[in-house]
Structure formats: C-alpha cells, structure tokens
C-alpha cells in the first residue's frame, strides 16, 4: 500500500537539502527526501563534479544518506526542483535505485518549491521492472 498521509515534512526536508545543492555546472537544483520503515526522513542534494559523469543525483544522495544511518527501505519519496524546467522527476538511473529499496507501490511526490504538483507510485515511473527478487529470490515487494 502507498504510504498515506501528507509529505510536507518529506518536502520541508528535501527544500532543506536543496538549498545545500552542489550544482555549479547544471545550475539545476534538486532535493529529494526518502521516509525509511522507521519512519525516519533521510535528505540529499544533488553533487555535480568537473569530470562530470562523477556527478550524483539528489536521489543517489538521499539513499546513500538512508544506507548510512541504518535504513533498508525506502517507504515514501519526494523530489524537488524548479518546475519552470519542467515538472520535477526522477531520471531513468534513479528509479532503477529506487527500486532496490522501494515496493513499487510505493509513492513518489514530485513536487516544486511551493508543494507537491503530482504523486506517482514507483510502478508508474518504472513498468516492468527488474529488481532483487530477481536475484535473492523475494516473492513478495
Ligand atoms: N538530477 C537529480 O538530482 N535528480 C534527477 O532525478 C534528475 C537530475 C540532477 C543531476 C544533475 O546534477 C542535474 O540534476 C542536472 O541533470
């Protein structure tokens, strides 16, 4: 089941963490913000670099952030960035990071720096999947 309930404390924390961006090349902010099973809330800038494909999206951050504190799952997301670009997604890398920790019903707030303009679950963003059932032999995500 997608987590209820509202993400304005996943978007406060995300907002938190865009404003510590490191995004000198792109100029493109971006936050995102993961509730673990504990309910815990774990956000991360996006970190661009010279060389750069060595550059990490606000996601990768905020799961290595989650990894790092103790969390193995991720139960709800929110990404944020300027939807004048757009409207504020995760790109193709991150959902399959996503995935690992995330039950595809999960929901995913993409949201700009007034609010949520659209949830979605990860499902959605990432039809037919593979993930790590397919290799540790879970049944059940
Ligand atoms: N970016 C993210 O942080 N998350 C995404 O899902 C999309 C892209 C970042 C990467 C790079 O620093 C900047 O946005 C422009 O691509």
């Known amino acids: 089941m997608p987590t209820a309930g509202s993400p304005d404390d996943l978007l406060a924390a995300a907002l938190g963490a865009r404003e510590r961006t490191y995004s000198p090349y792109s100029g493109y902010a971006v936050g995102a ?4 099973e504990l309910g815990r809330i774990h956000a991360a800038p996006n ?17 290595g952030v989650l990894i790092a504190a103790g969390g193995r799952r991720v139960t709800e997301a929110l990404v944020v960035a300027d939807p004048a670009a757009g409207l504020p997604s995760p790109c193709g ?21 007034a609010g949520v303009i659209r949830t979605v679950t990860l499902g959605e963003l990432l039809p037919l999947s593979f993930g790590p059932e397919f290799l540790l032999g879970r049944t059940s995500r």
Do not use: K, T, W
């Not at 996503?98 to 949201?111: C, G, K, N, T, V």
């Open 93 to 113: 890398g991150c959902r399959q990071r996503l995935r690992e920790f995330m039950p595809l019903d999960a929901s995913i707030h993409l949201a700009g720096p």
């Open 47 to 63: 970190v661009e670099n010279a060389a750069y494909p060595q550059g990490q999206c606000a996601e990768a951050s905020a799961i």
């Open 33 to 36: 913000a993961l509730r673990d």
